[in-house]
């Protein structure tokens, strides 16, 4: 027979997980709530690491830099199933593999690997851990998306970039244009910059 309360309190337990907000990361964190279930699954040493990562990630980032980093590393973990400290190379490799045959958009990959990477990196500054096994995985050439995949070029040209300021009306149109030119900024990160936040 099949448990279908035990199913459902499982797929529930996912939901939940997949809908965590970085304000309830940072909840966590400041109330010393009972923290996720599926980190319960890891070495009590290694819930300490994730706890004393999460945070250097609130006291250092964004919201939206918690959120992602949160999401991959909780993801690696349950695809890999044992103690993440453990990971090696190759069980990175073989994430990146899982990630590509489940069509996981090439940007996206890189993406959660490098954010992954940054619970390793505070590992190797924090706790004295020997390497990240992150280093040795190629991801250098996901730097496509998918609408880039049918597409002849993704980035806006020199050319294109002067007829866009060209066309700006005022000079807030220009700084728009020009923070993301010379930045690289993301939109969300853009709204919120305030004059006291430039140097």
């Not at 040795?136 to 007829?163: A, C, G, P, W």
Request: proline share 2%; charged share 30%; hydrophobic share 30%.
């Amino acid at each position: 027979l099949i448990d279908r309360t035990g199913l459902q309190n499982e797929c529930l337990n996912k939901t939940i997980l997949l809908k965590m907000t970085a304000s309830e990361i940072k909840s966590w964190i400041k109330g010393n709530e009972r923290p996720p279930d599926w980190i319960h699954s890891q070495p009590k040493q290694t819930e300490e690491y994730l706890y004393g990562y999460w945070r250097s990630t609130i006291a250092d980032g964004s919201k939206q830099t918690l959120r992602n980093r949160s999401v991959s590393v909780r993801q690696f973990a349950d695809w890999f199933n044992s103690d993440i400290t453990s990971a090696d190379t190759s069980d990175v490799s073989e994430w990146k593999e899982h990630m590509q045959i489940e069509d996981y958009a090439y940007r996206s990959i890189q993406s959660k690997i490098y954010a992954l990477s940054t619970y390793y990196n505070w590992l190797i500054d924090r706790k004295d851990f020997e390497n990240n096994p992150v280093d040795s995985v190629d991801i250098e050439h996901f730097n496509k998306t998918r609408l880039s995949e049918n597409l002849d070029r993704e980035y806006v040209t020199d050319d294109e970039f002067k007829q866009m300021i060209e066309a700006c009306e005022t000079t807030r149109e220009k700084l728009i244009c020009r923070l993301f030119w010379d930045t690289g900024v993301r939109f969300g990160e853009l709204v919120e910059i305030n004059r006291s936040d430039i140097n």
